[in-house]
């Protein structure tokens, strides 16, 4: 007799990020909107930057842009 079990993935509690954006609460494959850069947060691709590294955090409607 052969058995099969299955294991519940466990949801995460951190929201999604998409890596397409830099937004949170989805993923790149569903991203519609402009790529973001992770280094500088302008609107272009990570790879093609010179800027430095900044941090722009999205919460709740409020968006603080920490350099």
Partial sequence: MLT???ERKKKSSEPS??????R???TQRNCRL???C??????HNSTS??????????RGGTTWRIS
């Fill in 24 to 26: 949170y609460g989805h």
């Fill in 17 to 22: 990020q998409c890596y397409r954006c830099q």
């Fill in 38 to 43: 992770v280094k500088c947060g302008e609107d």
């Fill in 49 to 58: 930057c010179s800027g430095t590294r900044s941090l722009t955090v999205e």
């Fill in 34 to 36: 402009a790529e973001r």
């Fill in 4 to 6: 099969v079990s299955f």
